[in-house]
């Protein structure tokens, strides 16, 4: 069974940083595209970054320039490192396995 642990989230003031992290339990983790996503409180979940197997990286136009997706395949492990950040980043943070499993997300609260 697939399992996503994400972990990282807290609470940090705007311009702060933080290093989310994403442990996946599943076999030929390194042939698949990771991606992070976010959902505000009575927003929808949005794709804040991805990464497939070969390293390329796309992100949401609102995060460019401010947060960095990787990867560690030997360690089944996607990472989201999230500099600048502003209150509209504030959201639970979820990461997406073959586009069909979640974790159970980890809370990131910016303040003012």
């Known amino acids: 069974q697939v399992q996503l642990v994400e972990s990282g989230g807290g609470l940090v003031q705007a311009g702060g940083s933080l290093r989310l992290s994403c442990a996946v339990s599943?076999?030929?983790?390194?042939?698949?595209?990771m991606g992070w996503y976010r959902q505000a409180p009575g927003k929808e979940r949005e794709l804040v970054a991805s990464?497939?197997?070969?390293?390329?990286?796309n992100y949401a136009d609102s995060v460019k320039g401010r947060f960095t997706i990787s990867r560690d395949n030997a360690k089944n492990t996607v990472y989201l490192q999230m500099n600048s950040l502003k209150p509209e980043d504030t959201a639970v943070y979820y990461c997406?396995?073959?586009?069909?499993?979640w974790g159970q997300g980890t809370q990131v609260t910016v303040s003012s």
């Open positions: 990464i497939t197997s070969g390293g390329n990286r």
């Open positions: 997406n396995f073959q586009l069909k499993y």
């Open positions: 599943a076999n030929l983790f390194r042939l698949y595209t």
